[in-house]
């Protein structure tokens, strides 16, 4: 229990320092280099949280498009974001969205990893799942099997 009330903890942390302005502008700034490295044409917020993140990334670089039904079409490369991954459930959501629009490769990065047990790319039904921020110590004996997808 007390691993689960440290990662709530964590996450709550993350969040907060996403309204400081320089931190805002330093995780737009690398999630803006993986979607380059990528070549995302499209971008979804996997949470509400993600949302401020997104909004950052759509109106710093204006080649993004939010993704819509209009635009899925056409991205064959769309990048969901989260700032925080625990299970996968909100990356896999956004990802069985994007693929219901027809998007074809769905890359998905997220800033924080939460728990040491967390989900994979296949877990979450992505292509590629990047984690940009510090893992926390991996767990040997535990296996990831969210049956997310």
Same mark, same amino acid.
């Given at each position: 229990?007390?691993? /689960?009330?440290?990662?709530?903890?964590?996450?709550?942390?993350? #969040?907060?320092?996403?309204?400081?302005?320089? $931190? /805002?502008?330093?995780? @737009?700034?690398? %999630?803006?280099?993986?979607? +380059?490295?990528? =070549?995302?044409?499209? #971008? /979804?917020?996997?949470?509400?949280?993600?949302?401020?993140?997104?909004?950052?990334?759509?109106?710093?670089?204006?080649?993004? %498009?939010?993704?819509?039904?209009?635009?899925?079409?056409?991205?064959?490369?769309?990048?969901?974001?989260?700032?925080?991954? $625990?299970?996968? @459930?909100?990356?896999?959501?956004?990802?069985?969205?994007? +693929?219901?629009?027809?998007? +074809? +490769?769905?890359?998905?990065?997220?800033?924080?990893?939460? @728990?040491?047990?967390?989900?994979?790319?296949?877990?979450? =039904?992505?292509?590629?799942?990047? %984690?940009?921020?510090?893992?926390?110590? $991996?767990?040997?004996?535990?296996?990831?099997?969210?049956?997310?997808?």
């Amino acid at each position: 229990m007390s691993d /689960l009330l440290d990662a709530v903890d964590t996450a709550h942390g993350n #969040i907060e320092r996403l309204a400081d302005p320089g $931190a /805002l502008r330093d995780a @737009t700034e690398q %999630v803006m280099a993986v979607a +380059r490295q990528h =070549g995302t044409q499209a #971008i /979804l917020a996997a949470s509400p949280v993600a949302e401020r993140l997104v909004g950052a990334l759509l109106s710093s670089y204006s080649e993004l %498009v939010s993704l819509s039904s209009q635009t899925a079409l056409a991205s064959q490369n769309v990048l969901i974001v989260d700032v925080n991954l $625990a299970s996968g @459930t909100t990356v896999a959501q956004a990802a069985r969205h994007a +693929r219901s629009l027809g998007v +074809r +490769r769905v890359h998905a990065v997220v800033l924080h990893q939460l @728990t040491s047990v967390a989900a994979q790319a296949a877990d979450c =039904g992505v292509d590629v799942l990047d %984690v940009l921020g510090e893992r926390p110590p $991996a767990c040997p004996s535990s296996t990831t099997d969210s049956g997310l997808w």
